[in-house]
């Protein structure tokens, strides 16, 4: 399809490629510098006060962020399929975007009033920016079977993603200035908040600009009611799932892997800060070499995955975490081992921060290739209404895993709380084998309405 549009045409087609590109290089402030490097830690430590007669000071902090992420993902999961199919009625794909975007602009703003004490306020506004944030992942990602022919749609979401942990690196590099995340520096880090929400804007002008709306089938009435249309091809798709059986198996697949994700995006800082008592310079290096990583890996995966196969690229990605967990788990043998064998003197937190370049590479390929698996399994015209059942599979695996864990670690150290991640990746290994990629996209490609 592409390589069929005149001169004019696939510089348009670039442009729109480029502004959809944008989305994940603006979005991916959010995600970086609030829920996974710095505002994970302020909450935790400073917003929520710590008890110092406690094994885990911060376990009261923990949970809270736990359960107000958990809650922000259970609401998208009422939501998504449902605007997911109004959307694809509607011709809304680009306005609905647009008020997540200046939804959680808003909210993350908000951030800056939040002060020491002040927990149920912050509890609040990271529920609220996280669910204009997540929907607006399930928004953004429905555009991408209309990109371009299903065989690129690997590498156009391994390319999205890719740019988009460059603006990861961007953003907290603009947060790091702020200063060290102490309760007597207080008054330069809420300005976090500010700081990350001005960039999300700003870096998300381009998608509005360039990105189109979906043309609408033939087949769509002048006049209808969003809300009836929209609960009907809900129920529809679910009464079809054995229609789309391949992508329905991959969806309770994928409910695992996601869980598992959620709970390292939103821990992988606090647990390096907490049992492996990691100092600046060695969070500012696992930064970097996630970032660098993560990028690295989705454009990698992206193309392998057009050469050997979406699921087997996923299925790559669930052995890479399941080691992964393994090396985390065991970090502090590991060093010992290290050092005995090889006469060296590293320490666990340096050990620590080089594992984490292996798990940069399973949080970009991972998320890249379900989204890609997605795109492929999906008709274009019930593009909107699949990412929501994808958004839905996700948030909801994300709500119950950070909810679930957020009790665990209550129960037993933070360290073997973790132990419930390695579980989940191999329970959605064993489940992802029972799918059947070629018959899912010609499922996919001989659908009618």
Same mark, same amino acid.
């Given at each position: ?12 087609r ?33 917003? *929520? ?20 992420? =958990? ?5 998208? *999961?009422i ?17 609905? %975007? ?12 908000a951030?800056?009033? !939040? ?54 690196? =961007?953003? *907290?590099? %603009? ?5 060290? &995340? ?14 990350t ?13 360039? %990105? ?11 006049? *209808? ?8 091809? !809900? ?27 959620a ?10 800060? &907490?049992?492996?008592?990691i ?83 399973? %949080? ?24 929501g ?19 665990? &670690? ?10 419930? !991640?390695?579980?989940?990746?191999l329970?959605?290994l ?20």
């Amino acid at each position: 399809m592409a390589n069929d549009l005149n001169p004019k045409k696939k510089i348009a087609r670039k442009r729109e490629l480029f502004g959809w590109c944008m989305f994940d290089f603006a979005n991916s402030s959010y995600t970086t510098v609030i829920i996974s490097v710095i505002y994970c830690d302020i909450f935790t430590k400073l917003v *929520v006060p710590s008890d110092p007669n406690s094994s885990n000071p911060f376990q009261f902090g923990n949970s809270l962020w736990a359960w107000s992420l =958990a809650i922000s993902y259970f609401a998208v *999961v009422i939501t998504g399929p449902l605007f997911g199919a109004i959307t694809d009625y509607s011709a809304t794909k680009k306005l609905f %975007l647009f008020l997540s975007y200046i939804g959680c602009v808003i909210a993350t703003f908000a951030l800056y009033y !939040v002060s020491p004490g002040m927990i149920w306020v912050g509890f609040t506004l990271i529920a609220i920016s996280n669910f204009f944030f997540a929907s607006g992942e399930n928004f953004a990602s429905s555009f991408l079977p209309s990109l371009g022919d299903k065989d690129d749609l690997g590498k156009i979401s391994g390319y999205a993603w890719g740019i988009g942990y460059i603006g990861g690196i =961007a953003s *907290v590099a %603009l947060a790091d200035t702020l200063g060290d &995340q102490v309760v007597e520096n207080y008054e330069s880090l809420r300005l976090v908040g500010p700081y990350t929400a001005i960039f999300f804007l700003v870096a998300g002008i381009p998608t509005f600009l360039f %990105l189109k709306e979906p043309k609408l089938g033939d087949n769509v009435p002048p006049k *209808v009611n969003y809300l009836e249309i929209g609960v009907k091809r !809900v129920v529809n798709t679910l009464r079809d799932a054995f229609k789309f059986r391949d992508l329905a198996i991959f969806l309770f697949s994928l409910f695992f892997s996601m869980a598992a994700l959620a709970i390292v995006i939103s821990f992988a800082f606090i647990y390096g800060s &907490q049992e492996v008592n990691i100092g600046k310079e060695h969070r500012t290096a696992m930064f970097i070499f996630i970032q660098v990583s993560a990028a690295v890996g989705a454009l990698a995966f992206g193309v392998l995955q057009d050469i050997i196969g979406a699921k087997k690229t996923f299925n790559l990605t669930l052995v890479l975490w399941l080691v992964v967990c393994g090396l985390i788990y065991f970090v502090k043998d590991l060093t010992g081992f290290l050092n005995s064998t090889l006469g060296t003197q590293w320490t666990v937190q340096w050990v620590f921060v080089c594992i984490s370049s292996l798990a940069g590479m399973g %949080l970009g390929s991972t998320q890249s290739a379900s989204r890609a698996l997605v795109g492929i399994f999906s008709p274009e015209s019930k593009s909107g209404e699949f990412f929501g059942m994808w958004g839905f599979s996700g948030k909801f695996a994300a709500g119950l895993g950070l909810f679930l864990f957020g009790y665990i &670690q209550t129960l037993v150290t933070l360290r073997n709380a973790f132990l419930v !991640v390695a579980l989940f990746y191999l329970i959605s290994l064993l489940i992802n084998f029972f799918v059947d990629e070629d018959r899912g996209v010609e499922v996919a490609k001989n659908f009618k309405e």
